[in-house]
């Protein structure tokens, strides 16, 4: 399986906050932002590391880093730049690209409307983040985009993930590890989370 799940208490508490409509803007910015950054570091246990000699106050030792411009972080617009504060705090030096994707509120089908990535997108291993896996359409079209410029590692960021988001990204791209904090059930009749905390987007952005 290539879907981990952060089960973790303090996460539950959070997510609990996020899906309260009573939880204003500013402490959802707030909390989204904190879940990227855990999601962050679940999904960077596989980075490779180069060796490196440093000096210590004390004497020269062997160390490891993480070479942070190997790296680019993909939202899409405009919900997924919701969680880019919470991993860049840890990764700063990581670059960044978007996309724009609108769902057709007939078809539920993404249609993109902007597209700009480092020249380099081919050479990185790209985070994409979006808080909401829902049907797992954006997910699967940004995929198809960033592949087709070359990336040969991807990962996929959420807060929320529905089943059948997770079953469509497995089932197309099922080289793409999910990272996600939590999974709701189902979907509504429109496409949205259920349970789940409402438009993500809106309520990171006060639009609603």
């Known amino acids: 399986m ?3 799940i952060l ?3 303090l996460i539950e508490h959070k997510i609990s906050l996020i899906r ?3 939880t204003g803007t500013k402490e959802f910015r707030e909390i989204i932002s904190e879940i990227a950054t855990l999601l962050c570091y679940e999904a960077m246990k596989d980075a490779k590391l180069e060796e490196v000699e ?4 004390i004497c020269k030792t062997k160390a490891k880093i993480l070479r942070e411009d190997n790296y680019a972080f993909v939202p ?3 919900a997924g730049t919701g969680m880019l504060d919470g991993l860049l705090n840890v990764i700063p030096n990581a670059k960044i690209g978007h996309i724009g994707l609108y769902r057709n ?3 539920l089908i993404p249609v993109k409307y902007y597209y700009k990535m480092p020249g380099d997108i081919g050479k990185r291993e790209a985070i994409i983040l979006d808080p909401m896996l829902a049907t797992g359409g954006s997910a699967c079209d940004t995929i198809k985009c960033l592949k087709e410029d070359g990336v040969k590692k991807i990962k996929f960021l959420c807060i929320i993930a529905a089943k059948e ?3 469509r990204l497995q089932e197309k791209h099922p080289d793409v590890d999910i990272y996600a904090a939590t999974v709701d059930e189902q979907l509504d009749e429109n496409g949205y989370i259920v349970p789940g905390l409402g438009d ?3 309520r990171i952005f006060g639009t609603k």
């Open 20 to 22: 309260n409509k009573r």
């Open 200 to 202: 993500a987007g809106d």
């Open 105 to 107: 509120e007939e078809t």
């Open 165 to 167: 988001g997770i079953k």
């Open 2 to 4: 290539n879907l981990t």
């Open 7 to 9: 089960n973790n208490a």
């Open 76 to 78: 899409i617009l405009r």
């Open 54 to 57: 440093i000096e210590t106050p």
